[in-house]
């Protein structure tokens, strides 16, 4: 056999595999448009998953079994990222008939609708460069004012695609925040189970700058979360109808290659993808810190400029800052790089293939398609381009929404620590860093051990340690009993124990042994030796944290206020400040000494049972103090007090002795043989000088 007369039989096979291939072109179309569509749902389901990484619980380990800390875990978009954003979800988006759910689905529908506009508009875009090359007037102007007409949808849809979205990321931050204020302050009626805004600060070492994360944060994470949607759903679905389209005029096969193509190529962009979800989340904590050391000098100004120490302030502040802005660099140079490297495979390289595939119709004749005119051909071609570049742009977003997903999951682990901390706190468990003497083993053995805590009318305390939050154990086993109107005097030198105790009656700090009877937490007030003054009017001061509509249920007056304030010799200065509405800066307009009396009235008005006095008149004069000693007594508040000023004794019965070393002494005060005694020292002290 020729040759020759192989080629013909060759050829002839081929022309009859062709014609096989023309009859069943239609269904091969179907089945390569279905493989395609559930190829580019599962490749971004996969992609986006991250399902070869560590499970959650093993990514979430903060502490090694010897206790000593780790290295912060890598946050990249894995699967203990969608489990920390699901939880999150369930939060921003409560049910399908709230808000979140409402606003979504109208985004999605606007989503739809434009690409259905993008659709029409590049078959519009092929018409007009059509007419042109065929010389036609008409059609082309007649298309020019389908063009204009089609412009008043498509901007209106694009106004609405914002607002939506910007009201979607106000929605996400206002459900995110009511829900971590309510864990952060708790709710009306909450026990010493809340409070998390305290133990977060001084029982807990996992989150230095609680206010960042409430403020910037889940500010970012939202705006994120709402972007995202649009980045995601719209591109994926721009890729499936747009390639749907594109295969219908230049066939299925060449479009399922240039998948395979991108495919392969994407794979290689996302493996040189540096962690930006990483970065973002170090670049938050960096920021805080930066925030977190500022605060500390406008705290602790006065120390400071007492102590001279500007420069060495100076020099903390400039290396937080310092290292901020070499980590921004660093990520800056990164993405500099990685931004020429995209651009570089998904603008030119898939732009270059694109164009071949758009030649196909061109210089191969389809199965199935007729000739065409030469202002046919530019159509097609007009319109394939258009097609492909939306197409190509649909996905080199979803190839960049992998970027913003991974910033997306910095600000989850924030928002997520956040959220975790907050239960675990609420929940008791606390992480924070020990003294040196809390690793023996009987220290160590009584901080594992918890205490029972029972409500009642008297303060019990039975074998109770008094330990500070770093595990210093100041009391080793506390007992003593007070009822109602047994005014106890607390004394001892300082850092023994004395406001250890306080806060322990207040529900503050945990309870590692012993059996605690108390009354509950609302029965106790505070005023310390510079007590809280709010942001408000002069009567908010005397009523915190009541409102003026809490006064006027419980049918208080402001004259009532204002005899409240004769007590405590301060009843000119609702005249002086400009009446009870007046606001001021209140920590600036009064003095130290009208601080602790106002603190005094705040304590007349609310009678509770219990007040905790914390060199609660050591500004105020020996006169207005037995004042106040003296009103208290008649309201029946039973007062627990912490005072090296002898005057006071005689308002005591009894008190609590501690030495420093982790002993005390609790007994009956009697206070003339305790002034004689105080004499007599002081007789002796000044002999002593003399000699």
């Known amino acids: 056999m020729t040759a020759s007369h192989f080629s013909v039989r060759s050829k002839e096979k081929l022309a009859q595999a062709l014609k096989i291939y023309a009859v069943h072109r239609p269904l091969v179309q179907r089945v390569l ?24 619980k093993e990514r979430s380990k903060k502490l090694k079994g010897n206790g000593e800390r780790v290295k912060p875990e890598r946050v990249a978009v894995d699967t203990l990222f969608f489990q920390r954003l699901s939880s999150i979800l369930r939060i921003v988006i409560p049910g399908i008939r709230s808000k979140e759910a409402f606003l ?28 042109l090359v065929r010389a036609q007037p008409l059609p082309f102007f007649w298309n020019i004012l389908r063009w204009l007409l089609v412009a008043i949808p498509a901007t209106w ?19 995110l925040t009511q829900e971590v204020m309510k864990q952060y302050l708790g709710e009306e009626g909450e026990g010493s189970e809340g409070k998390v805004y305290y133990k977060l600060a001084n029982l807990d070492d996992r989150i230095k700058n609680p206010d960042q994360m409430i403020t910037h944060d889940i500010q970012r994470f939202s705006n994120h979360l709402a972007a995202m949607y649009s980045n995601l759903a719209k591109p994926t679905l721009d890729v499936i109808l747009y390639n749907f389209q594109l295969s219908q005029n230049v066939g299925a096969e060449g479009v399922m290659g240039l998948t395979i193509f991108v495919q392969l190529s994407a794979m290689l962009l996302r493996y040189m993808t540096p962690p930006f979800g990483m970065y973002t989340a170090l670049s938050a904590q960096m920021a805080g810190s930066l925030r977190h050391t500022h605060s500390r000098l406008v705290e602790f100004a006065e120390e400071v400029a007492f102590m001279r120490g500007e420069t060495t302030e100076k020099m903390l502040i400039e290396r937080e800052y310092a290292s901020l802005i070499e980590h921004e660099n660093s990520v800056l140079q990164r993405r500099w790089w990685f931004g020429c490297v995209e651009e570089g495979i998904i603008k030119w390289l898939w732009g270059s293939f694109g164009l071949v ?32 570049l939306s197409s190509s ?62 409500e009642s009318d008297d303060i019990k305390f039975e074998n109770v340690p008094i330990v500070t939050p770093n595990g210093d154990i ?18 001892g030198p300082n850092g023994c124990g004395k406001s250890s105790l306080f806060r322990i009656l207040g529900g503050l700090w945990p309870v590692y042994g012993g059996v605690v009877h108390k009354p509950a937490s ?170």
Request: glycine content about 8%.
């Open 104 to 131: 979504l689905f109208i985004h999605s529908s606007l989503l739809v609708f434009r690409t259905a506009i993008s659709l029409y508009v590049a078959a519009l875009d092929g018409k007009i460069v059509a007419s």
């Open 474 to 491: 100041l009391v080793k086993s506390l007992s003593f009993h007070i009822r109602p109107g047994q005014n106890l005097l607390i004394v």
């Open 33 to 56: 448009n279905v493989t395609f569509i559930v190829y580019i749902l599962g490749s971004t389901y996969t992609g986006l998953s991250g399902h070869s990484s560590r499970s959650g």
């Open 522 to 691: 609302s029965e106790f007030i505070l005023i310390p030796q510079r007590p809280y003054l709010p942001l408000g009017t002069l009567r908010d001061q005397v009523i915190y944290p009541h409102s003026k509509a809490d006064m006027d249920r419980r049918g208080i007056t402001d004259e009532q206020l204002s005899q409240i304030l004769s007590i405590v010799h301060m009843v000119g200065i609702v005249e002086r400040e400009g009446g009870w509405d007046s606001i001021r800066e209140w920590r600036e307009s009064l003095s130290s000494g009208d601080q602790q009396k106002i603190a005094w009235a705040r304590l007349f008005y609310h009678n509770p049972k219990y007040a905790v006095l914390d060199e609660a008149t050591s500004l105020v004069p020996t006169e207005i103090e037995g004042t106040m000693m003296e009103y208290a007594g008649k309201l029946n508040i039973t007062l627990l007090t912490v005072s090296h000023r002898p005057s006071l004794w005689k308002y005591h019965a009894l008190i609590l002795h501690y030495d420093g070393q982790g002993g005390y002494i609790f007994t009956k005060l009697d206070a003339e043989k305790r002034l004689t005694l105080q004499e007599e020292k002081q007789t002796l002290e000044t002999r002593l000088l003399q000699v």
């Open 157 to 175: 849809t694009n106004s609405w695609l914002s607002y939506i979205q910007n009201k979607l990321a106000i929605a996400y931050r206002t459900r």
């Open 357 to 388: 595939l758009c030649a196909i119709p061109v210089f191969f004749k389809i199965p199935g398609v007729g000739g065409i005119d030469l202002g046919g051909r530019t159509e097609g071609f007009v319109t394939n381009r258009r097609l492909l």
């Open 393 to 454: 742009d649909a996905f080199g977003r979803v190839m960049y929404s992998y970027k913003d997903l991974s910033e997306l999951a910095g600000y989850t682990a924030r928002v997520s620590l956040l959220l975790d901390t907050m239960k675990d706190v609420r929940e008791g468990k606390f992480d924070k860093a020990l003294v040196n003497s809390a690793t023996n083993e009987e220290n160590a053995a009584t901080l594992k051990g918890r205490g029972e805590v029972f």
